[in-house]
């Protein structure tokens, strides 16, 4: 039976956690918080010990993404989704594109959909396990997609729509997933935007974004200009992001942030430009997919979800599993021997693993995963 199964401890991962977000938080993050706890934990925000720290991580990830020159880094409360809606409402000045190819992608255009003040977006779909990009498209001022859909392990490539930049339409880019993990050139966007869960190893809570001197003077115009029908357009301060570049200008939030979160995401961005930065991190990533996507070649009752090699993620890995061989059984046993957060995406529906290999993960720990799946299938079929 299946909670029966004991792998050997020999065999097992030193580390358990393979989530694609919350993921791994390296111990040292949590050391971090310990060196912090008389001094920043507990702390006003508004004063220089957090500043600082705020200051740090935002020099830090502009080292780590080559921020082209004007490009700001700037941070508020409320994760990747409030950005969305901070973007609805301060970004997309009347219609947007999107290309929309899993959950997270499709959940921003939604957002888009929703806004009275927006005209209906223009929805590029494509199918879970691919990746489909907006196409040009007359009267549009931003086009949306995601680097990474963390729904289904697809990675797409991260280059402006040919003719967008003399339509004066910008680039918005959710990162979440990929950011840290995967290669980008932030030149190519306007907003590469993400949460620290994911490949920075932090807590959730916080949106971050690398803006370019184009997205900032959006902002300011929509902001400031009247809608379509002459009336001014309600951005609440919350979703202002004029609002919060002012405040990540002095190292601040709009309102108060998780001082915790701050703390291990300084520790992980540094961790990161100490190892050699983005090239590293993406190398890292890359070998640790690569480990999983070989092994799954390679087995009798596993293969790539993703048909298309250069789709395949080198940060969120999903592997199919023949019906014969249940994925929730697997999960469950891995979980029972302290291997977690190993299971597909829910609403996809598919008999399905799916693995953080974000760059806290151990290279050599994703292949002692491969090794205890092996053993788990072998035993389940007794
Ligand atoms: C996790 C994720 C989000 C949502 O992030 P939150 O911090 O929970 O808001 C959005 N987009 C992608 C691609 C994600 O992976």
Redo the contacts with the bound molecule.
Sequence with gaps: MANTIVIPSSMLPEDGRFGS?PSKIRIEQVHALDAGAKTLLGTSHRQAPVRQLVASIREGLSDFFHAPEGYEIALGNG????FWDMACASLIARRAAFGTYGS?SAKFAKSAASAPFLEAPVRYDGEPGTYRLPEYTEDVDAYCW?H???STGVAAPVRRVAGSVEQDAITLI?G??AAGALPVDVSQTDAYYF?P??AFGSD?GLWIAVLSPAAIERAASVEHSATLDGARRWVPPFLSLTTAIENSRKDQTLNTPSVATLIMLENQVRWLNDNGGMDWATARCAKSASIIYDWAERSEYARPFVADPDARSHAVVTIDLDDAVSANQVVAVLRDNGIVDTSGYRKLGRNQLRIGVFPSVEPSDVAALTACVDYVVERLAD
Excluded at 79 to 82: E, I, L, M, P, R
């Design positions: 977000g994760g990747a989704s409030a997270f995601a990474n859909e963390t959710d979440t997933s949460s869960q994911k959730g």
